[in-house]
């Protein structure tokens, strides 16, 4: 089976940093994927990693460790439009052409002036 | 052209109506998949279809029946839900090799009275 966990919820401040950590056990890992979800609205896709190491894309990066299952999501100068859930989605190869991507438990960032 | 499409956006049905939630894609994706997710809750994988063929049942209650006519189309017909299945019902894309990140539509929001 698959356990992927997030902390449910985060708080921080306009402008600031904050790190988002995603820890993950799984079989057939096939890639590491962020999504971002505002209220009432699908899931849009932020960043992937396959590879150890950090991604950087704008005012997000994203960071991967095989061999420590974890990875973490960074927001830097947040701005209150990024209040938002994220979701840490682990793709697996499932078998043939197919993978499975099952999504973590997701955290609630809020962004207060 | 990078949407997927999903109708009706809101469904009301009672427990003994059969309806129908239809999904299309035109980016040449040959993975198509059913989410559902319940209010602040990440989305839970239901089925995944593989070059028009289903690849994964998550176990899912056969009053569900996912149906993939074409490289297109993806529906899922509703029959003898129950309350407790109210929930948006997302529906998602991806290209089978590279990054393989899941594009999602809208979603059609499930109320079973």
């Known amino acids: 089976g698959q356990n992927i966990d997030q902390p449910t919820e985060m708080t921080a401040t306009e402008g600031a940093i904050v790190q988002i950590n995603c820890t993950y056990q799984?079989?057939?890992?096939?890639?590491l994927f962020w999504y971002q979800q505002h209220a009432g609205e699908a899931p849009t896709f932020l960043s992937y990693?396959?590879?150890?190491g950090l991604e950087e894309k704008g005012r997000f990066s994203s960071f991967l460790s095989r061999s420590k299952g974890y990875s973490y999501l960074l927001l830097k100068e947040l701005q209150m439009k990024d209040s938002a859930s994220y979701l840490c989605a682990v793709r697996s190869f499932y078998g043939g052409a197919t993978n499975k991507l099952i999504f973590g438990t997701g955290t609630l960032l809020a962004v207060q002036p | 052209d990078t949407e997927v499409t999903q109708t009706p956006k809101h469904l009301v049905m009672g427990m003994t109506n059969k309806k129908s939630l239809k999904c299309e894609q035109h980016?040449?994706?040959?993975?198509m998949y059913w989410y559902k997710q319940k209010a602040k809750k990440p989305p839970e994988l239901m089925f995944v279809y593989s070059y028009e063929k289903l690849s994964i049942n998550e176990s899912v209650p056969s009053r569900f029946s996912p149906e993939c006519p074409n490289s297109s189309l993806l529906n899922l017909h509703l029959h003898a839900l129950q309350p407790e299945d109210s929930a948006l019902y997302l529906c998602?894309?991806?290209?089978?090799?590279?990054?393989?990140?899941?594009?999602f539509g809208e979603g059609s929001r499930l109320t079973v009275l």
């Open positions: 799984t079989s057939g890992f096939n890639g």
């Open positions: 998602a894309s991806s290209q089978q090799g590279g990054s393989g990140e899941l594009f």
């Open positions: 980016m040449g994706h040959r993975a």
């Open positions: 990693n396959v590879l150890d």
